[in-house]
C-alpha cells in the first residue's frame, strides 16, 4: 500500500490522499476536495483513481467528486446512510465492509458516528495498520460536532473504537489542525510533557512535511484520549464547578468538546 498524503494549502486546512496499489496502479482518492491536485498526483505518479470514497457528507470532502469522477470514472463510496446526501453514489458501506484497491490493497469500513452520523473511517489490512480518519479523529484532538453530529456518538466512538486499535496504528485525520489541538491540550494539562515536546515543532510548520502520527503518540499529547487525568479533570472542575470529584469519562470529554467549541 502506498500513501500519497496531499496538503490542500486551502483556508481549511484539508488534507486529501491517495491509496495506491504498487502491483496495479489502481488508487482510491479519499476526500479529494482539492481535485487539481489529487488528479495532478495521481498522474506524476502513472496511477488510476478507480474510486473516491467520502468519509461523510460535508462540501469540504466531497466537493471535488465531480471533477475527479469527470476526468476518471471513479466509483464514489460512502457511509450507506449517506445516499442523498452526496451525489453520484455508487456504493453505501457498512462497518466491516472491506474496500479493495488494485490486488495488493484492503481497507476495513468502521461506522464512526460523532461528527456526523454518516461518517467512516478506513482501517489498512497492513503490518502496521493506518487509520484514515477524516474528521473524527484528528492530530491531538478530535471532531466537532457543530453539523449534524452527536457528542455521545463521538465519544462511544473514541472509547470503543479508537482506543481499541493497535497502538501503532498511523492515524491520517481530514485536516491540520495540530499546533491549535495541542495549545488546547496544554490549556488543559499543562504538565503534559509530551505535548509540550510536541508543540514547538510544529508551529508555524509546513502541514506537507509534518510527522505522521501513531495512536500511541495521540494517547500521550491528544486530551481527548486523556479524561482520566487528575490535572485535566481539576482544570475542568474550575470552569464547571457543578463536576462531581470524579467525572465519568463520558461527562469529561462531553465538557472538553464545549471548551474546544469556542478555543
Known sequence: ???????????????????????????????????????????????????????????????????????????????????????????????????????????????????????????????????????????????NVHNGGDVNALYSTFAEQLARLPDNTLVYPGHDYIENNLKFTLAQEPDNAAAQARLPAVTDHDPAQSAVTTLAEEKLINTFFRLSSPTLIARLRDKFPELPDQPDAKTVFAKLRELRNNW
Open 1 to 143: 500500500m502506498i500513501v500519497e498524503r496531499i496538503w490542500t494549502t486551502n483556508a481549511y486546512r484539508n488534507f486529501n490522499y491517495l491509496i495506491a496499489c504498487p502491483e496495479t496502479g489502481e488508487a482510491l482518492a479519499i476526500d479529494p476536495l482539492d481535485h487539481q491536485k489529487c488528479l495532478a498526483a495521481a498522474k506524476s505518479k502513472g496511477w488510476e483513481i478507480t474510486q473516491i470514497l467520502n468519509t461523510h457528507e460535508h462540501h469540504d470532502h466531497t466537493g471535488g467528486n465531480a471533477a475527479v469522477v469527470a476526468a476518471t470514472g471513479a466509483r464514489v463510496i460512502a457511509h450507506h446512510k449517506a445516499a442523498g446526501k452526496i451525489a453520484g453514489m455508487a456504493r453505501g458501506v457498512k462497518a466491516g465492509d472491506v474496500i479493495k484497491v488494485g490486488k495488493t490493497v484492503e481497507l476495513e469500513c468502521l461506522d464512526t458516528p460523532g461528527h456526523t452520523l454518516c461518517h467512516i473511517c478506513l482501517r489498512s489490512h497492513t503490518d502496521q495498520p493506518a487509520l484514515f480518519s477524516g474528521d473524527t479523529l484528528f492530530n491531538a484532538g478530535a471532531g
